[in-house]
């Protein structure tokens, strides 16, 4: 039998909807908390956060060191939660903004990591690549310090999910430059392969 995941850390006691007490059932192997008067579920999912990696023009990296928690006093990339009915690169965008006071524009999503960190829960972070026409800093109180850094010394990160999507921009930056291929020059290969005119 599978180990059972997913019991609660930050668990209700009784149900938001109706207030009668939770009890545990077990689904495909997970444990969650749940109604038997309203029939809610707690069903525990990771909190969504965008964070993106800008680059000035000497190709160096902008890092923050947190004054927030989780990971206060550490260094991490700009960013934070994605609101309800808000769009990942919009969050990312004002975040960036928020913090830094950069107005940034999307270049590229630069992946999708799920992240647990200790005593605040599961995270998926959205790593975006962004681009910024200016780089003077105004940090607001969510930041400690800021700055621009190059691979090389680069600080220490403790989030993994912020390693990988720096990882995956550098990647990006050190492939030969090629234009990249979007759904659109597919359909049009798929296209003449079919009409068979092959090149
Ligand atoms: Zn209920």
Request: a positive charge; hydrophobic letters at 35%.
């Given at each position: 039998m599978r180990k059972m995941e997913g019991s609660s850390r930050r668990?209700?006691?009784?149900?938001?909807?109706?207030?009668?007490?939770?009890?545990?059932r077990r689904e495909n192997g997970r444990k969650r908390s749940a109604c038997r008067k309203c029939g809610w579920v707690h069903y525990e999912n990771p909190l969504p956060v965008a964070?993106?990696?800008?680059?000035?023009?000497?190709?160096?990296?902008?890092?923050?060191?947190?004054n927030l928690r989780p990971g206060i006093g550490r260094w991490a990339l700009p960013g934070g939660f994605i609101e309800s009915n808000e769009a990942?690169?919009?969050?990312?965008?004002?975040?960036?903004?928020e913090e830094t006071g950069l107005k940034g524009k999307i270049k590229r999503l630069a992946g999708i990591y799920s992240q647990d960190i200790r005593h605040h829960g599961s995270f998926l972070v959205i790593g975006y690549e962004a681009s910024v026409s200016?780089?003077?800093?105004?940090?607001?109180?969510?930041?400690?310090e800021a700055g621009f850094f190059s691979e090389k010394d680069l600080p220490v990160i403790p989030f993994s999910s912020h390693r990988k999507i720096i990882e995956n921009v550098l990647r990006q930056?050190?492939?030969?430059?090629?234009?990249?291929?979007?759904?659109?020059?597919?359909?049009?290969?798929?296209?003449?392969?079919?009409?068979?005119?092959?090149?």
């Open positions: 668990g209700f006691k009784f149900c938001p909807l109706c207030g009668y007490r939770l009890r545990w964070v993106c990696v800008v680059k000035n023009k000497n190709g160096k990296i902008l890092i923050a060191k947190r990942p690169e919009i969050a990312c965008l004002r975040e960036l903004e200016k780089n003077t800093l105004s940090l607001n109180s969510e930041l400690k930056g050190r492939r030969p430059r090629r234009r990249l291929i979007n759904k659109g020059d597919l359909n049009a290969v798929w296209f003449r392969k079919g009409q068979g005119k092959r090149r």
